[in-house]
């Protein structure tokens, strides 16, 4: 391969994993926004939310298209990378589609999300934020420890939406419109909270060589257990009982 052809392909693969990383900033910042938009209702913030999605799906698409072509002279190093970069991405872009699909129906209730929801799912972001912030250090420093540590943190959001759940679940208020509006918007960022693990998952498989997920899914289930016989239970000390953790 002549010198400029090869630097060509550097260069472009250099570019997908710099977009990679970008991508991670702009999800972070969606989930500020939406932050923003739950405490304060601010319309900057759903705007904002909206052109992250928007940015997103553009890097994700541009990814797809021409992460192939960077693959096909790659060392399996480079194979790896590119990988991850494309694995990561993905994972943003649904981020992104969650977060956004939660300041869509923020914009159409017709009432206020009330206190101790509003409470949850501001900490739920937060904790979420955070997540894709030391994320983004770990892919950018190749650190398997860091990431290892956001991989606990998931277990915070778990934890806030259990509470969301048994607290919409116990009041009997289940099949109200406004009930199923937080309980969508929880389960959205539990289910983003899960692909911020899957990044942080994919550094370590990035690091270290080897996937974690098989035995996290172990406990991803036991948690998602805990929580179909909490509401089952027909005292809320028997709910508490099935949460408590080791």
């Known amino acids: 391969m002549v010198p400029k052809a090869k630097a060509q392909e550097t260069g472009k693969k250099q570019e997908l994993i710099r977009l990679s990383l970008q991508a991670c900033l702009i999800a972070k910042d969606a989930v500020r926004n939406l932050a923003d938009a739950l405490s304060n209702g601010s319309a900057m913030a759903f705007l904002a939310v909206n052109d992250?999605?928007?940015?997103?799906?553009?890097?994700?698409?541009?990814?797809?298209?021409?992460?192939?072509?960077?693959?096909?002279?790659?060392?399996?190093?480079?194979?790896?990378?590119?990988?991850?970069?494309?694995?990561?991405?993905?994972?943003?872009?649904?981020?992104?589609?969650?977060?956004?699909?939660?300041?869509?129906?923020?914009?159409?209730?017709?009432?206020?999300v009330p206190p101790p929801d509003l409470k949850d799912l501001v900490q739920m972001t937060l904790v979420l934020e955070q997540m894709l912030d030391r994320t983004y250090g770990a892919y950018c420093t190749r650190d398997a420890e860091a990431a290892l540590a956001i991989l606990k943190t998931d277990a915070d959001i778990d934890r806030l939406r259990n509470s969301v759940f048994l607290r919409h679940v116990g009041s009997g208020e289940d099949g109200t419109s406004a009930s199923i509006d937080v309980l969508m918007m929880t389960q959205s960022l539990e289910r983003a909270g899960d692909h911020a693990k899957n990044l942080a998952e994919e550094v370590c498989h990035l690091t270290e060589g080897h996937s974690l997920r098989h035995l996290l899914d172990r406990d991803k289930e036991d948690e998602d257990t805990s929580l179909t016989l909490a509401m089952k239970g027909r005292s809320p000390r028997m709910r508490a009982k099935a949460f408590r953790r080791p």
């Open 52 to 112: 992250c999605e928007k940015e997103l799906d553009e890097i994700d698409q541009y990814i797809d298209e021409h992460i192939a072509e960077a693959i096909l002279n790659a060392s399996a190093l480079e194979v790896r990378e590119l990988l991850a970069c494309l694995k990561f991405t993905i994972d943003l872009e649904r981020i992104g589609d969650l977060v956004h699909d939660i300041v869509v129906r923020l914009r159409t209730r017709g009432e206020s």
